[in-house]
């Protein structure tokens, strides 16, 4: 009996598979870490066959854990989103690398195009701003410097994709190329008004319209995977982009529902219903889903350095033995000592969208220690958070509670910190992997298992946390980060 979906959740610094059951519980998972190589300042590349060949590996390894490929209904896929890559139609292999959404390479190209004043057109038409983050400017850069690569396109044999359609491309051997509204509205060529690619915007970034993938909804028929890579083709029936994939498993299904992931960096996303989001503030209006015959939009804020701080700390400073550590060092300490850490390592992105910012440690003193540069690294991701609410609150968004997932979200000092400096109720879910299972979420109403409503009601929380800072205090706190800022920024 077929009673699994695979979900493939393919990250920015890792690729794993998991086998949900009906009721949406993980019974199997294998990951592998993709390495992230970095030839210049601000540019941050893959290897699109280590992401392939990982992918289908840890595929495999779940398959085999769970019985073999006839217990499985159907795949999901959850991605990195804005990652861009060029391949051949015909052979399937990449023109260069996978250009990483962090990448800020095309940042010049950004300015110049702002300058033009080009941005209003590109936020009026795709909810997005004008920022290497995105990955219509990086395409252009694929085709004016990767040899053969605009050759192929003015052929029409060049394909250009997300990891998503990447992916899908790969599984279906060759024969299909699509992609959901949800990483088609992270690219700025998508018109949000008619879910459809803007020939406006294409123009604009010299973006040829051969290249593109047909857009789909979330949940849809995107064609069965080669027979020969499992040894039995299984159909494909959800794709969506990581963090829309974490509002779907966090069952933010109703307007006004809002989570945070932190992974690599951390995302803010609230469900803003029928209503497509205008912001005056720099966030980004963008797709949350389409399926189940209704389409909800969203309201986002990102960050581009959250969980790489603590991967740095213990990486390159050799500060903590592993991210658990984090905590207990953190925790130790009566206050922060005055030291504030802005994780700019490749910018800063939303409310601040400053590609030029690099990162600052400020406020130190003789009586500083290892564990003061570790909890001001934690400190960050809640102090970036709260100036994302702040933001969002200016745009008429108000978050009542807010839901977290993701890797950070398993420390509890953390999660107690955020809660303190933002004011809010934090809500924690038992099960932390939210992007595969908002993946699962929605294979599994293609396949007539669950639909949005069940599963906004089937929705368990782990643990929450409650403000429990002195106002004065946390308004003292915030004063200095926003001194550090001003350091980073450059004012």
């Avoid at 601000?42 to 289908?56: N, Y």
């Avoid at 217990?71 to 999901?76: A, H, L, M, V």
């Avoid at 600052?360 to 003193?365: F, Y």
Wanted: glycine share 10%; aromatic share 8%; proline share 4%.
């Amino acid at each position: 009996m077929s009673d699994y979906i695979l979900v493939i959740d393919e990250g920015t610094t890792s690729t794993r598979a998991i086998a949900f059951d009906k009721s949406l519980n993980p019974q199997a998972s294998a990951q592998a870490e993709i390495p992230l190589t970095f030839p210049k300042d601000g540019w941050v590349e893959q290897d699109p066959e280590q992401i392939w060949e990982k992918t289908l590996d840890v595929c495999k390894q779940v398959i085999s854990a769970s019985g073999g490929v006839e217990k499985f209904s159907g795949i999901g896929i959850a991605n990195q989103r804005e990652t861009t890559l060029l391949w051949d139609k015909e052979t399937g292999k990449a023109f260069g690398p996978a250009i990483i959404w962090q990448d800020r390479r095309t940042a010049a190209r950004c300015e110049v195009l702002r300058k033009e004043g080009k941005e209003r057109d590109v936020q009026a038409l795709s909810g997005l701003i004008l920022d290497p983050y995105f990955s219509a400017t990086k395409i252009g850069w694929l085709l004016e410097n990767v040899p053969g690569a605009k050759e192929a396109a003015d052929a029409g044999k060049a394909a250009f994709g997300t990891v998503d359609s990447f992916l899908l491309f790969r599984l279906t051997g060759g024969r299909e190329h699509a992609t959901d509204v949800t990483n088609a509205s992270r690219t700025a060529m998508m018109d949000l008004s008619t879910l459809a690619w803007s020939e406006h915007l294409c123009k604009l970034f010299d973006v040829p319209w051969s290249t593109l993938p047909t857009i789909a909804p979330t949940g849809s028929e995107y064609g069965e995977t080669d027979q020969a890579l499992f040894g039995k083709s299984l159909p494909i029936s959800s794709m969506v982009g990581d963090q829309q994939a974490a509002l779907i498993g966090q069952a933010c299904v109703q307007p006004g529902e809002a989570k945070i992931t932190y992974g690599t960096g951390a995302f803010l996303v609230a469900n803003t219903g029928l209503d497509i989001p205008s912001s005056k503030n720099r966030l980004l209006g963008t797709c949350a889903y389409q399926a189940q015959s209704r389409t909800h939009w969203g309201l986002e804020g990102s960050i581009f350095n959250a969980g790489t701080v603590v991967k740095w700390l213990r990486d390159e400073l050799g500060l903590i033995s592993d991210a658990a550590a984090s905590e207990a060092m953190a925790a130790e300490l009566p206050d922060n000592g005055g030291v504030y850490f802005v994780p700019a390592f490749t910018g800063l992105g939303a409310p601040h969208w400053a590609p030029d910012a690099r990162g600052q440690i400020t406020g130190l003193s003789r009586g500083t220690r290892a564990a003061h540069i570790v909890r001001a690294g934690l400190e960050a991701a809640a102090y970036q958070t709260y100036d994302l609410l702040q933001a969002f609150e200016s745009d008429g968004c108000n978050v009542g509670i807010l839901r977290v997932d993701g890797g950070m979200a398993e420390n509890d000092w953390l999660l107690q910190f955020l809660s303190d400096i933002t004011g809010l109720v934090v809500e924690r879910p038992p099960y932390p992997e939210m992007t595969a299972l908002g993946a699962a979420v929605i294979a599994a109403g293609e396949l007539g298992w669950m639909s949005l409503d069940d599963w906004h009601e089937a929705r368990a929380i782990a643990k929450v946390y409650e403000p429990k800072m002195a106002a004065s205090e946390r308004e003292q706190l915030i004063e200095g980060w926003e001194t550090a800022l001003d350091y980073a920024i450059g004012k």
